[in-house]
């Protein structure tokens, strides 16, 4: 079955450090992948979306990448701070109307 | 704020009792979800509507029963529920579910507790 995994530790980094969190799917082959903020009560908040014929996508501070040979997107935040601590989530999307979301990495980058 | 309003945003209701969430986008979109989200659970997707067309039913127990009676507007209807179906409640919306790029704006969510 489709399959998305995400560390379900917290990470837990220095401000000023960069973040990086590992999303792995299996048994998929999305047509593109999202990345998502969440925070706690509230809904997920769209970040970044790469494409299966991108390797990289950069928006500010953040970083994505795509390994479509290795099932794999790393997101990274640069000079991480303390309010980019939150739930991450990564989700994927084939043909069709669904799309799959991992449980998420939680961050806290302290001060 | 996103574009999407969910109300009530925190319900608690009885196993015997009748309630409705409700969503409402002001993005001009035409698709609408319906997530579920436990604690430390993906989200899991219960229903798609695309131009106000269900298009996924996620194997949801009939005891959510959506209704989408426009492109605007999306809710959910709730009759006995089970403690475990607490949880939060998430409503989405996106150009069209089908498109792509479907990036989805999400409400706020509904907390539900059903006692």
């Known amino acids: 079955s489709q399959k998305i995994e995400q560390n379900s530790e917290a990470l837990n980094i220095q401000e000023g450090k960069t973040a990086t969190l590992t999303c792995n799917y299996t048994?998929?082959?999305?047509?593109?992948l999202q990345w998502y903020r969440q925070d706690p009560g509230r809904g997920p908040v769209f970040l970044l979306l790469i494409r299966e014929n991108e390797k990289e996508k950069r928006k500010e501070r953040l970083k994505v990448t795509f390994d479509t040979t290795l099932k794999q997107s790393l997101f990274h935040i640069t000079a991480s701070q303390p309010a980019d601590s939150a739930t991450y989530l990564c989700?994927?999307?084939?043909?069709?109307?669904?799309?799959?979301f991992g449980a998420g990495t939680r961050l806290f980058v302290k001060a | 704020e996103t574009g999407v309003t969910q109300t009530p945003r925190h319900l608690v209701m009885g196993m015997t009792n009748k309630k409705s969430l409700k969503c409402e986008q002001h993005l001009g979109h035409n698709a609408m979800y319906w997530y579920k989200q436990s604690a430390k659970k993906p989200l899991e997707l219960m229903f798609v509507y695309n131009f106000k067309e269900q298009t996924e039913n996620n194997s949801v127990p009939s005891r959510f029963s959506p209704e989408c009676p426009n492109s605007s507007h999306l809710f959910l209807h709730l009759h006995t529920l089970q403690p475990e179906d607490s949880a939060l409640y998430l409503c989405?919306?996106?150009?069209?579910?089908?498109?792509?790029?479907?990036?989805?704006?999400f409400g706020p969510g509904t907390r539900l507790t059903v006692l």
């Open positions: 989405a919306s996106s150009q069209e579910a089908s498109g792509s790029t479907d990036t989805q704006y």
């Open positions: 048994n998929y082959s999305p047509a593109y």
């Open positions: 989700a994927l999307k084939g043909g069709g109307f669904k799309t799959i």
